[in-house]
């Protein structure tokens, strides 16, 4: 059902314009008709007045009022004239006329008056009054010409709105056709048709215009919507194979792997139920994790810190034995811990059958080896008659190897001691300097071997330290027999001591070609080598600084290098100052 | 309404005497009266109104009279013992006598007697009004025109 609304609007303006246009001219001519016919009537009674009062003078002159009567009744021809009066020059009454049949109720119109004079002699006045009877019949006419006139015109202007507005609602009604139609169908393809250049033609072509960039814009949509659809299915797929390819991780992971949320486990591996001997990794969910760290240990497991730390240590299992493992966590946020757990059980025993081997050689060779060195020093004395010349740069040789491997042994058996935790250390206050020259003496004769001096400088009067004095002359022998080595011949090795911040610090500085770069990250560590060849022409365990570290360590003190400038590399250990000054005990 | 006339009776209870109205009606005769055009004269001649006897009447006309004007001519009062003292006069009140005929004289007198005895115009008191009683044939022997107006007036009567 079409809205016809707009068309009769416009029509209903159309006839309204008309009609009151009609009706102000129709008013306007009735006024003037009415205008004129009063000033006619006025004209007419005035002349008929004075006609009477002309009549009436003689009556008047001679007081005759009957007469004067007579002259009015003649009155009676004009049915116009409502009432007379004829009044003296002194204003009394003297004839008077009223219409016969004449109702009072309906008011005068006009009234007109008029002096009644003789030959000049003024001698009263006539008054005429109108009701303008006629005055009612002619509005009676022009309003009923009026109404025919306004019915026919109004006729004519409905049939000619009706051609005019077709001309405007023509194309308005064809546009909300189109936008319903739009609407009902949801199709922007359709299209308004008609543009006259006009304001509904501006607002065709501005709705076909609108209609395009929607269509165009819900392509655009439709297309957007596809490709996010086609994204989200890629992702999906590709999401749902990462979590597989990681849950395979998860699961067949040789280490367990456990998730402590907020210190309670909430996720585990089979290999986490292996490791615990659980049946199901389900059984092992739920519980803290704590509880099976010794006391000193749980710090690490704390959620409250983030970072990563591993440690190793001795774990109960379910069955009641007991798995050395290896326990790496790592703190994630909210308070979410990832546990990664290896068996080192097979490792640690590896190892313990590795170091007794070793105890149990060292042990063995040490014994040959004493009667070889001491053989040898007897050899070498003279003790059993003098060397033939010839054989004495072979003793020589045979001496200085047997004591290199004599120092290889210890070597092997400090560290034995020191992962086994057995070596026993004297603690007592020392003297840094003294023990510096001490250390310097011993090793003058190892220096000319390889032409090199040992220089002390800058050195405190003295530096109380507590400690072994043994194990701190094997640091400073180690560390001044590698500068030695590594020096070129005719080179002087620089030993100082400084004070720094409550700590001594030793140098040891050689003029050698540095450690290799590649080297410096493993240096601490046991059978270090930096170039296997290289090490061998110069001899040595691999050992030195690994045991030197542990040495420093149980002193509280630390070990670090560095390159010095001028070529060469700068060794230096620091240890805590003695704080009171008990005193001095020797070594 | 079913009266179709009204006139007033209330027009001479006023304060005028009936001397007083016989004299305006005097003065009012100058207008409705034509008299032959060689009997008034110049224009600068006045109407000569003449009053036979009845002098405290004539004293009554004249203070009417006084600087009025008809027609253009101003009015002069003639005091006469008898009516023969007044022939050159246009108008002759004669209360008491016969009327006087003459050529060019308005003959007035009192009563309706003394216009049916002659004269032109008398004056007939009927409930206290003062009604004229007129004889055309007088006039007409007389040389005098009355008006219609006047005849319309006045009550007509004929010589016997």
Not at chain 1, 191 to 207: C, H, P, Q
Not at chain 1, 520 to 527: A, L
Not at chain 2, 13 to 30: C, P, W
């Amino acid at each position: 059902m079409r809205d016809r609304s707009i068309r009769w609007q416009l029509k209903a303006i159309l006839m309204a314009v008309s009609a009151s246009a009609l009706v102000a001219a129709m008013g306007a001519m009735v006024a003037y008709d009415v205008r004129d016919f009063r000033k006619e009537a006025a004209q007419r009674l005035d002349t008929l007045a004075r006609m009477v009062g002309s009549q009436c003078t003689a009556a008047l002159a001679f007081k005759d009022p009957k007469t004067g009567a007579e002259i009015l009744r003649a009155l009676e021809n004009d049915p116009s004239v409502a009432e007379a009066r004829v009044e003296t020059k002194n204003g009394q009454l003297f004839a008077f006329y009223v219409r016969k049949g004449r109702d009072f109720e309906s008011e005068v119109r006009l009234e007109v008056t008029a002096p009644v004079v003789e030959a000049g002699e003024h001698l009263g006045t006539i008054s005429l009054k109108s009701e303008l009877l006629e005055l009612d019949a002619l509005l009676r006419r022009d309003v009923t010409v009026a109404g025919i006139v306004l019915f026919f015109a109004l006729f004519a202007a409905f049939l000619l709105s009706a051609r005019l507005e077709r001309v405007i609602t023509g194309p308005v009604l064809h546009l909300a056709d189109t936008v319903r139609a739009v609407s009902e169908r949801g199709d922007y393809s359709i299209r308004a048709r008609g543009a006259s250049g006009n304001e509904t033609g501006l607002l065709i072509d501005g709705f076909n215009a609108m209609l395009a960039q929607i269509q165009e814009r819900d392509a655009a949509l439709l297309r957007a919507r596809d490709e996010l659809e086609l994204r989200v299915q890629e992702r999906t797929v590709a999401i749902r194979e990462s979590e597989t390819r990681y849950r395979h991780l998860f699961e067949s992971s040789p280490d367990a792997i456990l998730i402590e949320t907020e210190g309670v486990v909430s996720l585990a591996n089979p290999a986490a139920a292996s490791l615990f001997g659980a049946e199901t990794p389900e059984l092992l969910l739920g519980g803290a994790l704590r509880a099976r760290v010794p006391a000193e240990r749980r710090d690490a497991l704390g959620v409250r810190m983030l970072g990563e730390a591993t440690f190793e240590d001795t774990w109960s299992r379910l069955d009641g034995g007991t798995v050395d493992v290896e326990v790496t966590v790592i703190h994630l946020p909210h308070r979410v811990a990832q546990v990664v757990i290896r068996d080192i059980t097979r490792r640690k025993e590896a190892e313990r059958i590795k170091n007794e081997f070793i105890s149990t050689v060292s042990h063995e060779l040490r014994t040959p080896l004493t009667s070889i060195r001491g053989s040898l020093g007897l050899l070498a004395a003279g003790k059993l008659g003098a060397l033939p010349p010839a054989a004495r740069p072979f003793v020589e040789i045979a001496s200085n190897d047997c004591l290199r491997l004599v120092r290889l042994i210890n070597d092997l058996l400090d560290i034995q001691k020191i992962e086994a935790g057995r070596m026993d250390f004297q603690m007592k206050t020392q003297d840094l300097v003294g023990l510096v020259n001490q250390a310097v003496e011993a090793n003058r004769s190892y220096g000319r071997q390889f032409g090199v001096r040992f220089v002390v400088r800058e050195v405190p009067p003295t530096a109380l330290v507590r400690g072994d004095g043994d194990r701190l002359i094997q640091v400073l022998s180690n560390l001044l027999s590698n500068a030695a080595k590594f020096s070129p011949r005719g080179e002087a090795v620089d030993v100082s001591v400084d004070h720094e911040d409550g700590r001594y610090l030793v140098s040891v500085r050689d003029r050698g070609p540095g450690i290799p770069a590649e080297f410096r990250d493993r240096i601490f560590q046991k059978f270090a080598q930096a170039d296997s060849s290289d090490t061998r022409q110069k001899g040595g365990t691999g050992l030195g600084l690994n045991i030197c570290k542990a040495i420093l360590e149980k002193h509280e003190g630390s070990i670090s290098f560095e390159a010095a400038p001028g070529g060469g590399t700068l060794f230096r250990f620091s240890l805590p100052e003695l704080a009171e000054q008990p005193a001095l005990s020797s070594v | 309404m079913e009266c179709g006339v009204l006139f007033s009776l209330i027009l001479l209870a006023g304060g005028e005497s009936e001397a007083e109205i016989k004299a305006a009606f005097l003065f009012q005769f100058a207008n409705y009266v034509e008299w032959p055009a060689d009997t008034l004269g110049g224009p600068a001649e006045p109407f000569r109104v003449a009053v036979v006897g009845a002098p405290g009447f004539a004293d009554v006309l004249e203070k009417t009279l006084a600087g009025r004007q008809a027609a253009g001519r101003g009015f002069s009062v003639v005091r006469a013992e008898k009516a023969d003292d007044a022939l050159r006069c246009h108008i002759v009140y004669a209360p008491g006598g016969e009327a006087l005929r003459r050529p060019g004289l308005l003959a007035v007198g009192d009563g309706e007697r003394f216009a049916a005895g002659g004269g032109t115009v008398g004056f007939q008191v009927e409930n206290r009004r003062v009604r004229l009683v007129l004889n055309p044939a007088a006039a007409d022997q007389a040389g005098l025109k009355l008006s219609a107006k006047l005849l319309q007036v006045g009550r007509v009567v004929r010589e016997p």
